[in-house]
T-cell receptor, first 116, second 109 residues
Framework: KAGVTQTPRYLIKTRGQQVTLSCSPI?????VSWYQQTPGQGLQFLFE???????NKGNFPGRFSGRQFSNSRSEMNVSTLELGDSALYLC???????????????FGPGTRLTVT | KNEVEQSPQNLTAQEGEFITINCSYS?????LHWLQQHPGGGIVSLFM???GKKKHGRLIATINIQEKHSSLHITASHPRDSAVYIC???????????FGTGTRLTIIP
């Protein structure tokens, strides 16, 4: 079974631009979560999508948004990029996080975004 | 006070030593994940546990829900175990993961 894939792997953008990152979950997984990792803040939860609906959201400004498609693939978008958005963005998929039951998460390799 | 406290932050040990990494958290949880991150960024989930103890090869994870504490042990450590280990409790109410700051483990041959 193929693992979680993320594209692109590396990205350089300029302040003020916007960026879209893509995540393809493991086949059969319906939940996709996104995380940001920076040297200063460590890993932080961005949001989680399940069956095309945002089910959970972290404490990030509205410039960070996402969506999930019917095939469970997910995209996240960051608008009006700031220098502080430079980070490793990771997505993880799982079978489900429904009804209080926790499932194993499988992480993708990440997209390293550099904002100049 | 951080919701998740990990100790130690850095650990250097000789090959073969028994390693313990500790994690304390303050919220009610539905489960706790132990993650491993190698240089280059890739994260692997080592364990997900909600009670008791789990073992995979040389790795053992334990959790005490009443004391809000979990430990990750590595027996017969090897240089390939060198990585950052991250504790991530899942909040019982909203199912969000929060993360410890990580323990950087270096095993010297």
């Amino acid at each position: 079974k193929a693992g979680v894939t993320q594209t692109p792997r590396y990205l350089i953008k300029t302040r003020g631009q916007q960026v879209t990152l893509s995540c393809s979950p493991i086949s059969g997984h319906r939940s996709v979560s996104w995380y940001q990792q920076t040297p200063g803040q460590g890993l932080q939860f961005l949001f989680e999508y399940f069956s095309e609906t945002q089910r959970n959201k972290g404490n990030f400004p509205g410039r960070f948004s996402g969506r999930q498609f019917s095939n469970s693939r997910s995209e996240m978008n960051v608008s009006t990029l700031e220098l502080g958005d430079s980070a490793l963005y990771l997505c993880a998929s799982s079978l489900s996080l429904a009804g209080g039951t926790s499932y194993e998460q499988y992480f993708g390799p990440g997209t390293r975004l550099t904002v100049t | 006070k951080n919701e998740v406290e990990q100790s130690p932050q850095n650990l250097t040990a000789q090959e073969g030593e028994f390693i313990t990494i500790n994690c304390s958290y303050s919220v009610g949880i539905s489960a706790l994940h132990w993650l491993q991150q190698h240089p280059g960024g890739g994260i692997v989930s080592l364990f997900m546990l909600s009670s008791g103890k789990k073992k995979h090869g040389r790795l053992i994870a334990t959790i005490n829900i009443q004391e809000k504490h979990s430990s990750l042990h590595i027996t017969a450590s090897h240089p390939r175990d060198s990585a950052v280990y991250i504790c991530a409790p899942r909040n019982f109410g909203n199912e969000k993961l929060t993360f410890g700051t990580g323990t950087r483990l270096t095993i010297i041959p």
